[in-house]
């Protein structure tokens, strides 16, 4: 995506009303959306593999859009200009984890309207993630995908990941030492390979 919609919309939410709105608050939606550039691309890779990979492309902008509009309404809880990158995350892990809730229903909405799921979201490219182990994680519940793909695919730490989810650490190691299990159980590798 060379420009998503929801950075195009934050764009566009700086330069409107510029007469009506005070010049403090036109340059904070300025510097957000600055913010928020070097970070797109990160966050949509996250979202799109947290709700799995035949995502449309327009859940991932739902989601991206939720996240976006979250921070800008909950900017003045960020205490930290340098946590900006981890908050936007933690954000959206929970946006997708709502997404993914309520994914059952759209998907009976989608089959009943005859689409079927689509490719990459357009401009990302091909995930290095290979087919099998794509199959084998699309298999699993959400809450064993979000682990897997936040440590191995996104590479963050257990503590990291806790900090993300609002659990504790050693929750989290339990939770990736179920998930590592029933990925193993899925792609039929025994405990030792």
Do not use: T
């Amino acid at each position: 995506m060379p420009m998503s919609v929801a950075i195009h919309s934050l764009s566009a939410l700086a330069a409107f009303d510029r007469e009506g709105a005070a010049a403090g608050e036109v340059a904070e939606r300025e510097a957000f959306a600055r913010a928020l550039r070097p970070l797109e691309q990160g966050l949509i890779h996250l979202i799109w593999r947290l709700l799995g990979w035949p995502s449309q492309a327009a859940d991932i902008e739902d989601v991206l859009q939720d996240v976006l509009l979250c921070a800008w309404s909950k900017r003045v809880h960020l205490r930290e200009a340098g946590a900006f990158a981890g908050w936007l995350r933690r954000i959206a892990v929970n946006k997708a984890r709502n997404h993914a809730r309520g994914a059952l229903r759209r998907s009976r909405r989608i089959a009943l309207a005859g689409f079927a799921p689509g490719d990459e979201p357009v401009g990302l490219g091909p995930d290095p993630v290979d087919a099998a182990l794509r199959e084998a994680l699309l298999a699993l519940r959400h809450q064993d995908r979000e682990v897997l793909v936040l440590h191995y695919l996104e590479g963050h730490a257990p503590a990291e990941i806790a900090v993300l989810l609002g659990v504790r650490r050693n929750a989290i190691e339990a939770r990736l030492s179920r998930a590592r299990r029933r990925l193993r159980e899925r792609l039929g590798e025994d405990d030792d390979g």
